[in-house]
């Protein structure tokens, strides 16, 4: 599977940013689907993460209630709505997919695919 995250730029604080990440190959629907962040300096965090039909999501306390996943499988994409950012939401988001159904979202190295980031920055 190949990710291609895409999506990002500049934004005041308050406002928003869709991120999408598009996803090769015919077995998208059956991958769990999260995205990660990397600010300056920092470690790679857990953001969102989504589960094989959509029905279930999950978030980091950051962001929870101004972030969104979702997933479209017959697009083969996976979407982060961004609301309401803050400065301290600047950095490099990546989209990871992961084949086991049975992990933990938060776990890095839980993913097998990695995208190659798409760089957020948030202005106070």
């Known amino acids: 599977v190949q990710l291609q995250a895409c999506g990002g730029g500049s934004v005041q604080a308050g406002g928003s940013l869709r991120l999408s990440c598009a996803a090769s190959g015919r077995t998208f629907s059956s991958y769990r689907m999260g995205w990660f962040r990397q600010a300056p300096g920092k470690e790679r965090e857990f953001v969102a993460g989504i589960n094989w039909s959509g029905g279930s999501t999950y978030y980091a306390d950051s962001v929870k209630g101004r972030f969104t996943i979702s997933r479209d499988n017959a697009k083969n994409t996976v979407y982060l709505q961004m609301n309401s950012l803050k400065p301290e939401d600047t950095a490099v988001y990546y989209c990871?997919?992961?084949?086991?159904?049975?992990?933990?979202?938060?776990?890095?190295?839980?993913?097998?695919?990695w995208g190659q980031g798409t760089l957020v920055t948030v202005s106070s």
């Open positions: 990871a997919a992961q084949r086991s159904s049975g992990g933990s979202y938060y776990y890095i190295p839980g993913y097998d695919y």
